[in-house]
């Protein structure tokens, strides 16, 4: 009877794990402002590059300002006449109110006089108003950035009209750092972890998370939670919940999915196998296991959290037991087999004593 199949076997390793709970969720901006034309005009210029930073205050776009310098200038011009104006009716009515003390003028002048005063001065008021709408709308043909940020490509072009019946959308500014991250939370985790750092409940202290982006390998930015939402949707059951993450080189875009990890808890003396040595059948995960008898055994077992190429195992495992890495093709639970430790030596298959003869077949 031949040697029974090498297998190669490890040992379980045994450390303090950080468990994390894992979500899928989008980045937002922080700040987000629509550019709008506030007056009616033909777009003038437009004073930036597409896709370019802007500070807060920088121009944007102009609009033909010559019809509203002319309107400012009327509406100066008014002004001055009812100024003018208030100033003749204060002295007639000063006048005429002394003139009344001496009986030189009858009341009915002197209510006259006082009437078209407090007309002149509501007039004035009404000039000064019009004066601030005017230039109001003068500073409108000078389109600025409400917020520092990347702004998006022109959505019109120079020459046409804009802001006709409608505020028209001109460009879009976003801030990129930092980026808000929102992701949806099952009420079971609610209460199982973030209802402990909800601000009613612990103030000043926001848990750190951790993002990574589609296709790439681990979890690149950092950042903190900042806001729990004040109710769960009841159709999905699950209650937002928003972060905020610094995007200093401004690689995230609002938009993006992004997979999100949240620090839980610090499993201690957790038990560690190699991925590889993890298979699956209809009853779910399994390991193979060899015993002191070097019989194959069959576990199934509950899988943890991944911890680089190696898996922490819930239950169905302990860290004594021996477990098979490779050469599954070769056995089956009941099976006898010749374990080998990793980087071992393979035993050899026929080991002669010093001394027996020869096989017949082989020569001396």
Do not use: W
């Amino acid at each position: 009877m031949g040697m029974a199949p090498v297998v190669v076997v490890q040992t379980p390793v045994v450390q303090d794990v950080q468990t994390y709970y894992e979500f899928t969720g989008n980045t937002e901006a922080i700040e987000q402002v629509d550019i709008r034309a506030r007056v009616k005009g033909y777009l003038k210029s437009v004073d930036y590059a597409d896709g370019k930073e802007v500070k807060a205050g920088d121009l944007l776009f102009t609009i033909e300002s010559d019809e509203y310098l002319a309107r400012r200038d009327q509406v100066k011009a008014q002004l001055a006449v009812a100024e003018s104006e208030l100033q003749r009716t204060q002295l007639d009515y000063e006048r005429v109110e002394k003139a009344v003390q001496v009986n030189a003028v009858s009341r009915q002048d002197l209510t006259t006089r006082e009437a078209e005063f407090h007309q002149a001065q509501a007039r004035v008021l009404a000039a000064k108003a019009s004066l601030q709408t005017a230039e109001l709308d003068l500073g409108y043909t000078h389109i600025t950035s409400p917020i520092s940020g990347r702004v998006s490509r022109r959505l019109v072009d120079v020459g046409n009209l804009v802001g006709a019946g409608e505020n028209t959308l001109l460009a879009t500014v976003i801030r990129m750092d930092p980026m808000y991250v929102y992701f949806n939370a099952g009420e079971d985790v609610y209460h199982e972890f973030f209802l402990k750092y909800h601000p009613d409940v612990k103030q000043g202290y926001r848990p750190k998370f951790e993002i990574g982006l589609p296709g790439q390998e681990g979890y690149t930015y950092e950042g903190v939670l900042d806001y729990i939402d004040n109710k769960a949707d009841s159709m999905t059951g699950t209650i937002t919940i928003r972060g905020q993450v610094a995007n200093t080189e401004k690689h995230l875009l609002p938009g993006m999915f992004v997979r999100i990890r949240v620090p839980a808890e610090m499993k201690t003396n957790a038990v560690l196998v190699e991925e590889r040595a993890v298979n699956s059948d209809i009853g779910g995960k399994y390991i193979l296991t060899v015993n002191a008898r070097n019989i194959v055994e069959y576990n199934p077992v509950k899988l943890g959290p991944k911890v680089g190429d190696r898996v922490v195992i819930e239950s169905g495992l302990n860290k004594d037991q021996t477990y098979i890495v490779s050469g599954f093709h070769l056995i089956r639970p009941g099976a006898p087999v010749t374990p080998q430790r990793v980087g071992q030596a393979a035993p050899a298959a026929v080991e002669k004593e010093p001394g027996s003869p020869a096989p017949a077949n082989q020569k001396p």
